[in-house]
């Protein structure tokens, strides 16, 4: 799943492919803003993006495209 989270006072979003389902990141970022702590998604690599919860502007969860090739 292709996970997009756009940062306040950052000019790009961070794109993460993971293998996490949308409901357990919706809810570790609830337990992030609970808790006024930071916000961990490991992706499908094993490299780990942690942002303040705090600075999250949105979170877009989606489908990953599956490298399509050709003119649509």
Do not use: C
């Amino acid at each position: 799943m292709e996970v997009k989270i756009g940062v306040q006072h950052a000019p790009r979003e961070l794109v993460v492919e993971t293998d996490t389902t949308a409901d357990e990141v919706e809810a570790r970022l609830n337990e992030a803003l609970a808790g006024d702590t930071a916000f961990r998604l490991t992706d499908v690599k094993g490299r780990t993006v942690v942002v303040p919860a705090t600075k999250i502007a949105y979170l877009e969860l989606g489908v990953g495209s599956s490298g399509t090739v050709g003119f649509r």
